[in-house]
């Protein structure tokens, strides 16, 4: 099974700052999808084929990388943007999320 | 707008069988992809499987032996069913949609206990 691994596992940042998420994979994968989750919500599709915005969600995230190595950028952060944040890999079977990464906002 | 709801027991005795279904409307299940996804407490979040447009599936090996995953596509439903749960299926199920999951349900917590 491919694992992905995020960093940080939990992170703290002021309105208005940018913040980067990392996922690393034990295996190259053609590409990562990432998903918010806020408190009591269902997970929610941010980013598709690594940096592919999904529709409805603002233009101050992004998604990069390639191989093992993916991140997702948060510019200017808000408020709202307070969740897990989640890594999927659908290269190989089984299909592996990562263990998340836990935004606060101060 | 396409919608996924789940339904099923909240609770479920050690050794019995899990049931689901899952709902959808807004898109007919004979397109696309439908998934089973469930989070565990302490944010660990699993795959379980899927069944295609054509009523293939795919399961995740760790499962495989316990699980089923069927549809009704006169009801435009999913269904998943877990055999000989323990403790460790308690986890709020998730049903999804397409390869990547653009929509899903509001989620099911289901407790595995006596």
């Known amino acids: 099974d491919i694992v992905l691994t995020q960093s940080p596992t939990t992170m703290t940042a002021s309105p208005g700052e940018k913040v980067t998420l990392t996922c690393l994979a034990s295996?190259?994968?053609?590409?990562i999808y990432w998903f918010q989750q806020r408190s009591g919500a269902s997970p929610k599709l941010l980013i598709y084929?690594?940096?592919s915005l999904a529709s409805g969600v603002p233009d101050r995230f992004s998604g990069s990388g390639s191989g093992t190595s993916y991140s997702l950028t948060i510019n200017s952060v808000e408020a709202e943007d307070a969740a897990i944040y989640y890594c999927?890999?659908?290269?190989?079977?089984?299909?592996?999320f990562g263990s998340g990464t836990k935004l606060e906002i101060k | 707008e396409v919608q996924l709801q789940e339904s099923g027991p909240g609770l479920v005795k050690p050794s019995q069988s899990l049931s689901l279904t899952c709902s959808v409307t807004g898109y007919s299940i004979t397109s696309n992809f439908w998934g089973w996804i469930r989070k565990f407490p302490g944010n660990t979040m699993e795959w379980i499987g899927h069944i295609s447009f054509s009523g293939t599936t795919a399961y995740n090996p760790s499962l495989k032996s316990r699980i089923s995953i069927t549809r009704d596509t006169s009801k435009n439903q999913f269904f998943l069913q877990l055999n000989s749960v323990t403790s460790k299926d308690t986890a709020t199920y998730y049903c999804?949609?397409?390869?990547?999951?653009?929509?899903w349900g509001q989620g099911v917590m289901v407790t595995v206990s006596s």
């Open positions: 999804a949609k397409g390869n990547y999951f653009d929509y």
């Open positions: 295996s190259a994968v053609n590409y």
């Open positions: 084929f690594t940096s």
């Open positions: 999927l890999q659908l290269t190989t079977t089984p299909l592996t």
